[in-house]
């Protein structure tokens, strides 16, 4: 049973560009919500998917949005990239009819913007 | 005050003892509460999910909720190096919405 995939597993911009990460949801799972974990700190609650739309959201500016694809994958995307958004992007997983919020995460996407 | 504070640690403590973490909350509305482990470099990895007040236990691992004192702890039994990892909490309040906050996680270090 294949777990939560995220690509690419790091990667290296310069502020001012775009970036796209992907995942695919645990086997099963209808759920994706992204996360941002800063170095020494806990992971921060970007949005979440369901049914192809965007569910929930935290306080990031509209530099970051997503998609979520039929097949329950999804994308994040950040523009106008800033010194400030390098960290670990977390993917997690959950499948909305468990009627629990147990959330299985990905390994994480490292941005690194210069 | 933050919704959900954690020591950062580190935590250091011999091979075979047992280990407590803990986490206090604020908001009263938390209904659902989880333990995360995160070795470095990777994705956290779900250990522990309770929804009410009490005990959970897994193996080496118990988590205990008292909603009244808005705390949580996990405990680990016969520690071992190989738990040497950053735990995290984390809680949420499906009501609301199903945004999980979490503590900023402790350090662990298990000696050998």
């Known amino acids: 049973d294949a777990g939560v995939t995220q690509s690419p597993t790091h990667l290296i911009k310069t502020r001012g560009q775009q970036v796209t990460l992907r995942c695919s949801p645990k086997?099963?799972?209808?759920?994706v919500s992204w996360y941002q974990q800063a170095l020494g700190q806990g992971p921060q609650f970007i949005f979440q998917?369901?049914?192809?739309?965007?569910?929930q959201r935290g306080n990031f500016p509209d530099r970051f949005s997503g998609h979520q694809f039929p097949n329950y994958s999804s994308e994040l995307n950040v523009n106008a990239l800033l010194l400030g958004d390098s960290a670990l992007y977390l993917c997690?997983?959950?499948?909305?009819?468990?009627?629990?919020?147990?959330?299985?995460f990905g390994p994480g996407t490292r941005l690194t913007v210069l | 005050q933050k919704e959900v504070e954690q020591d950062p640690g580190p935590l250091s403590v011999p091979e075979g003892a047992i280990v407590s973490l803990n986490c206090t909350y604020s908001?009263?509305?938390?209904?659902?509460f989880m333990w995360y482990r995160q070795y470095s470099r990777k994705g956290p990895e779900l250990l522990m999910y309770?929804?009410?007040?009490g005990n959970k236990e897994d193996g080496r691992f118990t988590a205990q909720v008292d909603k009244s004192s808005k705390y949580i702890s996990l405990f680990i039994r016969d520690s071992q190096p190989s738990d040497s990892a950053t735990y995290l909490c984390?809680?949420?309040?499906?009501?609301?919405?199903?945004?999980?906050?979490f503590g900023k996680g402790t350090r662990l270090h298990i000696l050998p």
């Open positions: 997690a997983s959950s499948f909305v009819g468990q009627g629990t919020n147990e959330q299985f």
């Open positions: 086997s099963g799972h209808d759920t």
């Open positions: 998917y369901y049914e192809e739309e965007e569910r």
């Open positions: 908001n009263s509305a938390f209904q659902y």
């Open positions: 309770t929804y009410s007040s």
């Open positions: 984390a809680m949420g309040d499906m009501n609301r919405d199903d945004k999980i906050i």
